[in-house]
């Protein structure tokens, strides 16, 4: 049954990502809900859950965009990995600590493809930065952060991590 749920959440979010977001952006930028989703993943299912769903969301959204897959799959994996790690050490997380988390994990993802990019001499890095990274962090964390609250307004996050976690 988890693997259904997980292949229906990679399946779904593909086409959400490429076809219906870019024509719902703010003020041209878009969440990065695979970001999002695998963060939740890791958080909710564990380390190795986290890294799996990390490493098949970023392969198959890489074959979508113009993104390079090696970076994709082990940003997406990495980020996974390590949202499992506090998912599985921290027992309540609160929203305000998983909005930084989810700030930081796409502010680093977002300079590493800032960095690994040719820019020229006017779009330097501090120009990705400042109209990329940083608008796109806040995206992420604005979507993350709703879904969060949405989840745990409907089911009993805490009980059932706990109860997972065993």
């Known amino acids: 049954m988890r693997v259904l ?4 959440l990679i ?3 593909v086409p959400l990502q490429s076809v219906l977001l870019p024509h719902a952006s703010v003020w041209g930028v878009t969440p990065d809900i695979g970001l999002i989703a695998v963060c939740l993943a890791g958080l909710f299912g564990g380390e190795i859950h ?3 769903v990390g490493l098949v969301l970023g392969w198959a959204m890489s074959l979508f965009s113009a993104a390079d897959p090696v970076t994709c799959v082990t940003t997406k994996g ?3 990995f390590v949202a499992g790690l506090a998912g599985r050490h ?3 997380l609160s929203p305000p600590i998983l909005a930084l988390g989810i700030f930081v994990t796409s502010c680093s993802a977002g300079l590493l493809t800032a960095s690994l990019l040719k820019l020229n001499d006017q779009q330097g890095l ?3 930065i400042r109209t990329v990274v940083l608008p796109q962090a806040a995206m992420d964390t604005v979507v ?3 879904f969060y609250w949405l989840a745990s307004s409907r089911f009993n996050l805490e009980r059932w991590m706990a109860e997972y976690r065993m």
């Open 11 to 13: 399946v779904g979010l």
């Open 78 to 80: 990495a980020v996974g």
């Open 5 to 8: 749920v997980w292949s229906a």
């Open 90 to 92: 921290v027992v309540y």
């Open 144 to 146: 993350g952060s709703a």
């Open 126 to 128: 501090w120009w990705a």
């Open 50 to 52: 986290g890294l799996l």
